[in-house]
């Protein structure tokens, strides 16, 4: 095994986003700072110029606004520096056409880290994988900037964006009704219930008193929560 003297810091669920100050596509950012009491999905790429990130990045412009319907923001970064980011996009924009993606104009902003500080403070980079270029990893970030949840993916795996729109709606989700997300969560389906806090509940809970409850067993009960009550957190935002 490969041991390296700079030891790879792994920030963790939970955690307070590091800080830091940087230069982007969209000028300069202090995060998570400028971005209080918004969502934001942070995320790394390999390397400008590559095929897979270019595929990710048309995906992830396209969904700028679907994103943004959930109050979410995308940041982007790679250990590229400025004018490699500057003429990849312009390149993206004028000459890729992709799965019926084309002309697509990257608006969020995409760092550069060319001495991979902010990599090294999100342990993207991880050096069984690269020393020197970050892998695909995906910050969850809330809007009191703590990180909710992390998700990585080697090299060569474009990311499931319909996977990262369902963690942010299954967090939203979770967070305004108090309940969690079974597997394989889509929004509209039935939400899992808080485990019963007392022997009274849990009797009641299997004798089906409670209107509106599926209970597997005591400790496993679910409810519906329909489509437009998940919606609603995006109409409510609108207004
Ligand atoms: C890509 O985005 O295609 C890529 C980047 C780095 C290594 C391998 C693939």
């Not at 955690?15 to 000028?27: I, L, M, S, W």
């Not at 400025?82 to 019926?100: N, V």
């Not at 500080?117 to 970030?141: C, D, H, L, N, W």
Request: aromatic share 12%.
């Amino acid at each position: 095994m490969e041991t390296t003297t700079n030891s790879t810091f792994l920030p963790r669920i939970g955690d307070r986003a590091p800080e830091f100050k940087a230069v982007t596509t969209q000028g300069n950012i202090n995060f998570p700072a400028d971005y209080a009491g918004k969502w934001v999905i942070l995320f790394s790429h390999p390397a400008d110029f590559t095929p897979v990130c270019t595929s990710e990045f048309m995906t992830f412009a396209t969904l700028q606004d679907d994103f943004a319907v959930w109050n979410t923001q995308l940041v982007g970064l790679s250990v590229d520096g400025l004018y490699s980011h500057i003429a990849w996009l312009r390149t993206i924009k004028e000459k890729i056409e992709f799965k019926g993606m084309k002309n697509v104009e990257v608006k969020f902003p995409l760092i550069e880290d060319i001495t991979m500080e902010i990599a090294r403070k999100y342990g993207m980079i991880q050096p069984g994988e690269s020393s020197t270029k970050a892998v695909r990893a995906v910050f969850f970030i809330d809007p009191k900037g703590v990180i909710r949840a992390i998700i990585y993916y080697p090299l060569s795996l474009g990311r499931n964006f319909a996977e990262l729109k369902r963690v942010i709606i299954a967090l939203q989700t979770a967070d305004t009704y108090s309940i969690a997300t079974p597997a394989d969560w889509q929004p509209g389906d039935d939400v899992i219930v808080p485990p019963a806090g007392s022997c009274g509940v849990a009797k009641e809970r299997m004798e089906s008193k409670v209107a509106d409850l599926t209970c597997y067993d005591w400790f496993f009960c679910t409810k519906k929560l329909p489509l437009e009550r998940v919606n609603s957190l995006v109409v409510a935002r609108k207004n």
